[in-house]
Every structure is written in structure tokens, then in C-alpha cells.
């Protein structure tokens, strides 16, 4: 804000309603009486000349405000008004007339006064002298003795194509395509060079000569037409790249100083010579809305006024500000004149019409300064007043400091809370879903409700949910939000892509300013129900990748903890659950147990097991704490499938790598690209001609590689999305499991966990996920795992940059794993209570029964395991059908089996064996029907396998 003010001294507002802008504005003898008045158009068609009246009153001038007397003529034209401009247009006089653009057509116009009746004194009246007739529509014009005629001006119209038709006052004289003019630009004439210059659309200022223009006809065309459809090319006589748009252009011709074209930008002023190179240029730090150029006197510097949307009037001379002043609105005209003798009245005008004559400078100031009374000083009563001062001001200061404001205070002043509807909507609005399934994508209608205890005002409510998710609307604003009043907003949820789904959680956030104006957030967060994203199937016999947990309570139907799933057209089993995404091929299937107290859940993907993991947990832990009491658990045994995390890493990690050497040639073949047109673009404009010698073959083979490379990119790019999807929901399930697994974690010790090994997957080029990850994992294991003589040790960080491999990550989640299994705890709040859990687990199993009464794994769900997957990542024991012993897979071949090898079977750990027979006599309870009953279903064909199966043993 300047410290100075512009001083009006005479302010009226043009109109009511109308718009204004660049070329509306004019100040000009245009009844040549030898004074100067201001003539005023609007887009709306209204054309007011203006010749303000100053009183005065003992030599001082005296504020005015414009009224009827100061209107010498209002008009209103049927046509809107682009541009005016008072110059020479008549061939028969020498007088000065008005010229007025229309979209489709230019008049030239004169002032005439009539003497009035008695006293009334004179009318005046604006007359047609003559008009032309566009047949491009018009942007602008220029005038001026084009090819040096004297004492005439003729008009140059500038078309919204970039056209330009030249008119010798009353005759039309040619039209002309400039080049690089596919839109109009601000355009002048330059008497000193007879050229017109003007900002073409390629961002560069260009000057032509008159008479090259004037001449570059079309040879076929007999007689000049304003339809033209070609001609010949013209070319420049010189050029200035801007490289941005350029505002306004002014040619300034002042005595005393050189001819200088300044170019006015959105951040720069240029200032060029009338040879196209660089007299100086001024950087902005504010945004200019438009400018004028004026004589700085005697000497050769030249000023230059700039009026900015913060509602300024800034004063340079050359490039030093000279002044600053503050304006009551932002200008879109300057034009400097004089009145009644009075030299440099600005004038100025904004887009809605408030035109004012003002001047620079400060008002004296009529402030007398009294004096002052001799009088002793009271040293006492100064020092008391000052205490009592310094006292008030201290109590100011603590009154002043505000309290950060805590989320209670957030949601006391608006409650923000969000309702998932238990059922789905009858007719699905996943209109705009991109999923492929033979089954319509559902979608669930969410309510999110706002209850305020104020008056709030400009809510900004937006709601997120995580791809492959979409909501119908992300970006709310409630205009006021009353107390008492709740207001609701319904939301569309559906699954939009085929992608694995992450996450199943709806995000709200309210932002909103209180009645003090401090800011305030208010969060909400729902979950959706997981059969939003999949739907019930057929459970499969075989799987690539298993999990199984224990519990310490009997085995339930799975109708009842899937009731949701029942009815719904598929065939389902009390044993037996299959889940299936939309839009994607994996199955996952759930298994109950006879009597042992197992469960397994399996699929050929292991990430896509999540969600179906996730949900079962936490449905088998609801079913028996509401019913049967709190002392129900969940267990994990074995080590956690780590080598089948590690191939979701693995495909993770060669995603960024590929899209790293990707980018890197595609750098490179767009270099090559730039570098090839470079050389072909000077050969082109050689005026004498060269031979290619291949170039073009060059540049058009680069080109297919930049084509292909991007297309490689864009290819590489879903499928690290997808690998991103399986690497979060992989790395859920790595937590999940070393939760359950170390029964003495704590709660603080999972969030630890989570946020170590996240689950937000994120890469960018600067670091990715594994160095994240590892850099999380290294230091957990420095500081809280690390023995107490290393805790205390500064250790170097290194940088997190993409590595050549995942073996050092993968060594340390081993490691992290590990000592999570011998009960280490990440945080000194955890419990110690592992101890009393595995003596209650251990006191709750009878037997070591495993899925069949008779303690015998059923051959039907063990078959086709992969390397590492069977009971999530080992198999501990295997019973054997007549003995009904446990076979030791870890170390020795079992009974009932062959070696895949010659190997000695001391060596057998990790071999292939391959099973003899796939029929065998165990069978499932009454409750838990067998998976080969399954497979003898007629809508069961997938269940179906052959009778050699390979097992895999760690």
C-alpha cells in the first residue's frame, strides 16, 4: 500500500452497468474549439464527451463532481463500442474527427454544435460523415499518415484472425494475413520508419514496412477485396521475442528524447529502439493492468506511468520508481492532458465506468503545532505513570496470546460425523464405472451430516476415498451452515477401476473459518463394507498361497460370520467361502476346520487376501466376544510368508527400476528429438538450399522412439500402480500376522509397526518405498531392537536413493521379524503377557488335530501349494493317512511319498515331492463338507484337478 494518494479533482461514474475496457477512452479537441474534452465507450453502445468544469475559490482548486453541465453529448449507437479514437479521417478537411470500431463496422464521426433557443445555451449533436463495412469481425485499430501522405490519417482495422484492412479515410485500400497472427495483438504505427508493429500470437513483437505490406498481392487477384483467402507471405523487418503475452503497446515520440516502443507485459516492461533491440526493460513484482508512456521534460529520460491491480499508480522514469500513489479502483485507461490551463491532469477510468481527473502530489496540511507551556517536570508522578503503563501494556500481552486451538474446540463448533448405510443401493449409480464383470458393479449411498452451533459460513467439505474407489462428488461448499439446522449430503461410492483395492475407508474434511476468522479443520472417516469391491463365489480346491490361524475357541458355521453372503443366487457351504473381486480373476477362499480350531484362507495372488483376512479376524473376534465372553484369541504359528512378500518387493522394485531406465532413454531420444529439428529448422531458413543429407529420416525415426518410449512409460506406469496396490495389501497382511503371531503386542507397539512397515505406498523420483521402508526398519533396529551398548552409538544415515537390489531390505525385515518373534516390544508401554496367553492357548487345544477329526491335513486342500506357501510359509507337520502319525517336512522325506530328485534326504529341505495318490480317506465332519464333493457339483467344474499334485516343503 503506498503512503501517498491520487487527488481528484474532478470524478463522475459513467453509466450504470456498462463494461469498459482498453481503447474506451479519449482525450481530444474534438469540436476543434481549442479545448480538450473526454469522450467516454462502453460495450454496451453508449458514446459521452465530457468537458469537466473546475471552480475555484481565492486561487485554490476546489473538488468537483461531475454533473449535467459537465455532459457536452451522450449518445447511444446500436452497436457495441471496441475502440475510439480522435484523428485526421476526412479527405476534405483538416479537422479533427472521431473514429468509433464496431464488431462489424467503423464510423467516422463529427461534433457539431447548434445554438439553442433564448438562454438556453448550445446543443451539440454527433453526426455520421461516413462508415465502413467489415466482413471480418474487428479487434482493434490503428491510425496515422500511413506511406508519409501528409495532413491525413488512414485507418488499419486489425480482424479477430489476425486480417488486417487498410482504409484511405473514405476508400477501402487493401487487406493483408500477417504471418504468425492466429490472434490479434495490440498494434501500432510508427510515423519515424512507416511501419506497423504489433505482438503476434508466437509471443514476439514483429514490425513490417508500409509499403511491403502494401505491395505483397496476389499476382491472380485482379482488384483488392477484404474476403481474401491468400496472398503472398510478408516478411518482417525485424522481431523481439517476449515469451508472454503482451497487455498494450505504445510508440513514444517525445521532443528531447529518442523514438522508444514500449511493450508492456504481464511481468516485464520492454523498451525497444525503432530498430527492434533492446533499450531497457523493467521486471514487475506486481501484476499491471495497464500503462502510458509521457515526456520526461527536458531532459532525454522518458516517463512511464503504470496503473496494477492492487490499485496503484506507479511513476518510473526509465527504470528508477519515482512515485507511488494509492488509487480508489484499478484503472484500464490512462491518458495525461491538460485543462483549463492545467497542465498534467491524469485521467483515468476503470472497468465499471468510474472515470476521475486527478493529480499527483500531497495536500498542504493546515495543522498549527500550539505552544507549549513552561512547566516543571514531576519526576514521581512521571516514574508512577510509567509503571502503571508498562503494567497495562504487560496485561495487553497476555490477553493477546491466543490458545492453539485442539480438536475438541474444532468439534464442539461443528460436528462432522458420516453414515454407511448396511445395505447397498437397489439400483446401482456406478454409471461411470470402468470395471468389466458379469456381474453389475454395486454402489452404497453415504450420508455425511454437519451440525453447527454457530453460524458458519463458506464450508469447504471435501470427501476422499482411495482408488480404485470414486465418490460422485469430491468438492463440496455450503454456503451457511445454521445452528440447530443439520445439513446432510448424500454421496455415491463404487468401485471405478480394476484395481486391487487398498483401502476401504471414507474420508471427510471440513475446513471453515470461525466468527473470530481463525481456521478450523473437523475429520470424519467410515468404513465401506468389503463386498462393495467383491463379490461371493465358488471356493476353489487348490490355491497358490495359504494362510491358516488358530484360535482357542471351537470352529463356527461360516454362514455365521458371513450372513450377507447367503441368498444371493451362488451356491455356498458351511465350510467353504469363496470371495472374488470385480473386474479381477483371483479367488479367495475360506476354509473352516472340523474341530481343531483352524481356518484357512487361500488364494493363487497373496495380496489379494487382505481385505478378506482382515474382515474375517475381525468378524471371528465380534462373534465370540458378544457372545461366549472377552477371552477369545487369535494365533499365528510359524514364521510369517516373507518369500512370498518378498516376490511382491521383488515386482515392486523392478517396476521403479524399469520406469527409471525408461525415462532416462526417453530423456535422451527427446534431446535427440529437439537437437535434429534444431538442425533442420537452420537449414530450412538458409537462403540458400542445402541437402538434408537424412535428417529427415532422422527426425522421423526419433520421433517414433519418443512415441514408443511414451507409450513403454504409460504401459510401465499402470502396472507399477497395480504392484503398488499388492505391495500395501501384502504389507497389511505382514502386520496383521506379526500382530497375531507375537500374542504379547501391544497396541502402541502395532502402531509402531505400521508406521515403520507402511502400508502407503508412494514413489516419486526423489525415493521410493524401499528406501522408506528400509531406512524405518534400519534405524528401529538401532535404536529400540539394538542391544544397550549400542543404543547410545551415532550412526550415519544413508541417503535414500534407489538401490541396485532388495537384499538389504529384505535382510532387515527378516531380522525385524525375527526378533518380534521372541517377543521384543517396540515400545516401553507394551505389555509382557505373552507368557499366560500361550499357556491359556495351549491348555485350549486337546489334540494336535490340525483340519480333520482323525488328525490328518485333508488331501484336498494341501495339494498345489507353491514353494514356501503352505501354512503360510512352512509346513511344521504332515500326517500320514493309515499311521496317523506327523510327518517332519523340514529335514526328512515322509512316508507315503517320493524324492522328485536323487538327492539324499538329508538334503530335502526346500526339495519337490511329489504326492502318490490324491484320493485318500480322510474326511470333513457332517458340518464341513468335503472339497471333492465340491468338485462333483455340476457348477463346480473349477474345482475339479488331476491326481498328481506337487507339494513343496521350506
Known sequence: MSLFKTRDWWSTLVGQGEEFDTGCLCVAD????????????????????????????????VKGVGGPDDVVCEVQLSLPVLQ????????SSDNVYLGVLHPRKFTVYTLIAQAGIADHGKQFQLNRVYEHNLQRTAFNFCYGPFGGVKAKDFICVQSMDGAISVFEQESFAFSRFLPSSLLPGPIRYIAY??????????????SYKFQVVATATDENSKQESQNIAKGKRITADWTFLLNETAMDLVVGNFQNSPLTIFVLGERNLYALTEAGSLRYMVKFDFNPSCFLPFSGGKSESIGCMIGTYAKTLLVYQNTCLKWAAQMPTVPVQIVVTNFNDIRGTVVAIDEEGHLACFYLGTDPSMFLRPTSELREIDYSSAETEMQQLQR?????QNKSVLPMPSASSSQEELKLSIFVPSSFDQSSMARESE???????????VTVSMQAKTNLRNVKLRVSVVRPLAVSETLLVVPVVEPGKPIEKRLTIFMKHSVLPTDLRVEATAVFYTNSDAPRVVYASGHLPFLLVMRPCLPLKNAGYKLTIDTNKPSVNLTDIFPETTGDGTESFNNAFGFKYYGLAPVITVLASKSSQRYRIQCDEFAYMWHVLNEFVRRLSSHFKMGHGSNFSVYFEGPPPLHEYYEVIDRHFQCRARHNQLSKVLEERASQFRAVQKRLLMLYRDKTPAPLNGLDMLLDNS???VLSLAGAVDENQEKKDRTSAELSCATRIICLLLKIRSSGMSHEDYVILESCLTSVVKDNDLQGWEE???ASIAHLLRTVIAAKSTKDMVFSPSPLALQQDTEKLKKHIAVLCDQLGKGVQLSEAGSKSQDKREKSRLSSIKSEDDFEGNGSYPSHLVTGVKKGSLDSGKVDSFYESDTKKPLRMNGGTPSGLELASNEPPEHSSGQRFIKKSAKEDETFDDRVPDLDDLASNKNSEQLKSGQEE???GI
Open 703 to 705: 520421433y517414433k522412439q
Open 193 to 206: 520508419t512507416d511501419s506497423l508493429v504489433t505482438v503476434s500470437s508466437s509471443l514476439q513483437v514483429e
Open 950 to 952: 506337487l507339494i513343496y
Open 84 to 91: 475510439l479514437a480522435a484523428g485526421r479521417f476526412v479527405s
Open 392 to 396: 497495562a501494556i504487560k496485561e495487553q
Open 435 to 445: 470395471v468389466e464383470d458379469s456381474v453389475p458393479v454395486p454402489s452404497i449411498t
Open 30 to 61: 474534438i469540436d476543434n474549439k481549442g479545448s480538450d474534452k473526454i469522450i467516454v465507450g462502453s460495450y454496451h453502445g453508449f458514446v459521452r464527451i465530457y468537458q469537466p468544469v473546475f471552480t475555484r475559490s481565492d486561487g485554490e482548486g
Open 772 to 774: 522408506v521402508v528400509d
